[in-house]
């Protein structure tokens, strides 16, 4: 119950005081609820602390409160507090078919890990997670864009949870595995994946 006071008295208090009171949860982690063979996931993502959310039992139990609470703005309250940005390559560039080096900012980790995507219509491409400077709170990643050429791609950062991760750690294990690189068909975005920033690239022939 004061979980939900302190809620409600933020919102009665105007947008910023609001946000105030969200930016003080802004380390919590949200509970549990490729193109072919030249993105290779480097197994020891799994110990980047970019892709481990806090353990701290106490930040895990109001984070589970909160997200009972209002569950509908899990994502919304992702993407306000991540504030994750895609600076390069800028919308609507002409990209090389290949490797491309993107790059972006954000606000706050907020207890998340970030993944890049590449897609286009209903399939996606998993790209592992950005490098993170967090002095500058700067990110970092090379992204694969493959054809067509003839279509719109598009290269998102992504914020993923404890509900996602076993989708995404099955596609790199059967990467891994079998060397090809196919894409997950989504026609909807599963629980724990939340699109944090998205661009549209156009791919050209060397």
């Known amino acids: 119950m004061a979980d939900a006071t302190v809620l409600k008295c933020a919102a009665m208090l105007g947008k ?7 930016l003080t949860f802004s380390q919590l982690p949200w509970p549990a609820a490729q193109d072919r063979a030249r993105i290779v996931f480097d197994c020891r993502m799994a110990n980047d602390p970019a892709m481990m959310s806090s353990t701290n039992p106490v930040l895990h139990y109001v984070a589970g409160v909160l997200r009972a609470i209002v569950p509908p703005l899990v994502p919304w309250a992702t993407c306000v ?5 895609i600076t390069q390559p800028e919308d609507n560039d002409v990209v090389i078919v290949g490797t491309i080096p993107v790059s972006g900012i954000y606000r706050f980790e907020c207890g998340l890990s970030f993944v890049l995507l590449h897609h286009y219509g209903n399939n996606y491409w998993p790209q592992g997670s950005p490098v993170l400077d967090r ?3 700067t990110w970092k990643k090379d992204v694969h864009i493959g054809p067509p050429v003839d279509d719109k791609h598009f290269v998102s950062i992504a914020a993923i949870t404890e509900d996602a991760r ?5 596609y790199y294990q059967v990467g891994e595995s079998t060397g090809q690189w196919n894409p997950i068909t ?13 661009i549209r690239v156009q791919p050209k022939l060397a």
């Open 16 to 22: 910023f005081h609001c946000i105030d009171t969200l």
């Open 81 to 85: 507090l991540a504030r994750a940005r």
């Open 135 to 137: 002095t500058r709170h």
């Open 166 to 170: 076993p989708l995404f750690n099955h």
């Open 186 to 198: 989504l026609y909807k975005l599963p629980n724990g994946l939340t699109i944090l920033h998205t």
